[in-house]
């Protein structure tokens, strides 16, 4: 590749994570048009790569794009959110099973009290907040050992943040404030081994994302 082209590549790079970053927290919301001459001027860069890096996010399902009016931030569906939900609690739920039969349920959930801990300290909008949500599920997943699995889950990473913040933009204030409370009574009910509580728990924590989708 000569100079010039891996410029290009690491131009369009930016503006790709750039772009994306902000379809995933909200900042580009879901129904907004962009368009290239916006997002070129924002970053200091030509259309070239601003081109190119819609043509990812919309292979990716993030845009569609719209010949010479620019490109639309696809919407999170509430099936979309569906979907996602049953496939994390299935994931999730196969994790806490591993774990309380390997008998490694205290060490799981200590890491996952260190992850909560850092989480009550923020609060949305901060990105964080919902990165460290992301986080302290992922630590359940990992733990149950299965290198398939977690790579499906990482692979669920964007989409899942992104319906996260989707959420918690349009939620009460009391909603952030119920996330903790549950990921505090996920870790309580793992260290206690009580699997068939926590089988419940995780499912109605999850599910509550997607039916307030639902509802708006």
Not at 9 to 34: H, N, P
Not at 78 to 85: C, H, K, Q, V, W
Request: glycine share 6%; hydrophobic share 40%; proline share 3%.
């Amino acid at each position: 590749m000569s100079t010039r082209d891996g410029s290009q590549a690491g131009a369009s790079d930016r503006v790709y994570q750039w772009t994306k970053e902000r379809i995933l927290d909200g900042r580009f919301e879901g129904g907004r048009l962009i368009s290239e001459g916006e997002v070129a001027d924002a970053v200091s860069l030509s259309r070239t790569p601003v081109r190119e890096a819609f043509l990812r996010l919309s292979g990716e399902g993030f845009l569609r794009l719209y010949p010479k009016r620019g490109a639309l931030v696809v919407p999170v569906s509430a099936s979309e959110a569906a979907d996602i939900a049953e496939a994390r609690i299935f994931l999730e739920r196969h994790a806490a099973a591993k774990v309380i039969a390997a008998g490694t349920q205290r060490e799981v959930a200590g890491r996952m009290r260190m992850v909560l801990d850092k989480q009550r300290t923020l609060a949305p909008p901060e990105p964080a907040f919902t990165a460290l949500d992301r986080d302290f599920h992922a630590t359940l997943v990992n733990a149950a050992g299965n290198t398939l699995f977690d790579e499906f889950y990482s692979s669920l990473r964007d989409r899942q943040l992104r319906i996260v913040h989707t959420v918690l933009r349009n939620a009460n204030a009391e909603r952030p404030r119920i996330i903790i409370e549950e990921h505090a009574r996920i870790c309580d009910l793992l260290e206690a081994g009580d699997y068939e509580s926590l089988h419940e728990l995780i499912a109605s924590h999850i599910t509550s994302v997607s039916e307030q989708l639902r509802a708006e």
